[in-house]
């Protein structure tokens, strides 16, 4: 499940932080339908499975979730893009692109990246809260939207507020 903003007007309340990730290559064959299917993969994964990955840093953005008596400011962090909402089950996404086909094979270039490790914060309460910014022409105002997650694939807006 995502969150994601449906206007550039609007950026949601976000912290940066860094972290590592593991890089491993694979290559697997398989027939189908008469042709040599090849796939050759590169996985990204927080946690190290293998002697083999690579280490590498990354860097991320994560929605924060409002507690009580947090206070949200203009010059705080806002980012408009499409931020995970999931447990911490493994969650796999895979971009995968043909590099090369002819009459009896075909070579699939994969990108898969595990993300089991970062996950919304406020998944595990009933409720969460969610700052943003609204550009309205020149002026900026802050506000909230209160969410119910559940079971990672449903998200309901149930309140929103925004300065006057």
Request: contains cysteine; hydrophobic residues 30%.
């Amino acid at each position: 499940i995502g969150l994601s903003c449906i206007s550039d007007s609007i950026k949601l309340n976000t912290y940066t932080f860094n972290d590592s990730i593991f890089i491993s290559n694979d290559t697997t064959r398989h027939m189908q339908f008469g042709k040599l299917n090849i796939y050759i993969t590169k996985n990204y994964i927080c946690h190290k499975k293998d002697d083999k990955d690579i280490f590498s840093s990354i860097t991320e953005k994560s929605l924060i979730c409002l507690h009580l008596n947090d206070t949200l400011k203009i010059n705080d962090e806002f980012e408009n893009k499409t931020f995970e909402i999931r447990k911490t089950y493994p969650y796999t996404s895979t971009d995968r692109l043909i590099s090369f086909e002819n009459k009896d094979t075909i070579i699939y270039n994969e990108t898969k990246r595990l993300t089991d490790c970062h996950y919304f914060p406020g998944y595990s309460t009933t409720y969460s809260y969610v700052g943003f910014v609204l550009k309205d022409g020149i002026k900026q105002k802050l506000g909230w939207i209160k969410l119910l997650i559940q079971e990672g694939r449903e998200t309901h807006i149930l309140e929103t507020a925004i300065q006057k």
